[in-house]
């Protein structure tokens, strides 16, 4: 089945510092991934869709100065969350598909903490 | 509004017993219905996707879909403790063939099968 991998798995950094998260489709091309937000005890929330070679279309109420994406290769998309704060501290999902199927595959999520 | 809701339980099943997951969703142009489960900790896990009105039944599972009355739900049988998660119900407005399309998920019904 398609695999999609995140880097890092956990990372712990200090407020107002960049922290940058990898999404990668290793097995197939991904023309389309998600990265989503979940709190805990709370639901998957979407924060964009990125699509390679173009800008990422967000979602209502986030930030995309805040939370950049870049989608550069069609194995490989990033999120910076920028100027990290406490509040930011959340699970981050990517997703990728291959197009038409509908079906889409998680990565095993990053879990950021901002002290 | 939100968009997909669910009752966030817990729900509490004994083992072998069948446990009912139930989903509303508030857009009617939602074409493709998701059942993901989720481990503490862990990004979720597609358990299978609907499309038509009907029931669509994959091993112990089965998916019913209610576009009318703007339902779906999830049956459970023969209940296992290893079933024990949170269940994620979530739409896409794009049909089957389509393109991938944005997923919007409910905050999930946590699910407890005791043996």
């Known amino acids: 089945g398609a695999v999609v991998s995140q880097h890092p798995s956990r990372v712990i950094c200090k407020s107002g510092t960049s922290v940058k998260i990898e999404c990668r489709s290793l097995?197939?091309?991904?023309?389309?991934m998600f990265w989503y937000r979940q709190f805990p005890k709370q639901s998957l929330m979407l924060m964009a869709t990125?699509?390679?070679?173009?800008?990422?279309?967000?979602e209502q109420g986030v930030e995309k100065d805040k939370f950049l994406i870049n989608h550069a290769s069609l194995t490989l998309s990033t999120l910076t969350v920028t100027s990290a704060h406490p509040e930011d501290s959340s699970f981050y999902i990517c997703?990728?598909?291959?197009?038409?199927?509908?079906?889409?595959?998680f990565g095993p999520g990053t879990r950021l903490t901002v002290l | 509004q939100k968009e997909v809701e669910q009752n966030s339980g817990p729900l509490s099943v004994p083992e072998g017993a069948i446990a009912s997951l139930n989903c509303t969703y508030s857009?009617?142009?939602?074409?493709?219905f998701f059942w993901y489960r989720q481990y503490s900790g862990k990004s979720p896990e597609l358990i299978m996707f609907?499309?038509?009105?009907g029931d669509k039944e994959d091993g112990r599972f089965t998916a019913q879909l209610n576009k009318a009355s703007q339902y779906v739900s999830l049956l459970i049988r023969d209940s296992q403790p290893s079933d024990s998660a949170t269940y994620l119900c979530?739409?896409?407005?794009?049909?089957?063939?389509?393109?991938?399309?944005?997923?919007?998920f409910g905050r999930g019904t946590q699910l407890t099968v005791w043996p």
């Open positions: 857009d009617r142009g939602s074409q493709s």
């Open positions: 609907i499309y038509s009105n």
């Open positions: 097995d197939f091309q991904a023309t389309t």
């Open positions: 997703s990728a598909g291959q197009g038409k199927g509908n079906e889409q595959f």
């Open positions: 990125s699509n390679e070679g173009s800008k990422a279309t967000y």
């Open positions: 979530a739409v896409d407005r794009k049909g089957r063939g389509s393109t991938l399309g944005r997923l919007y």
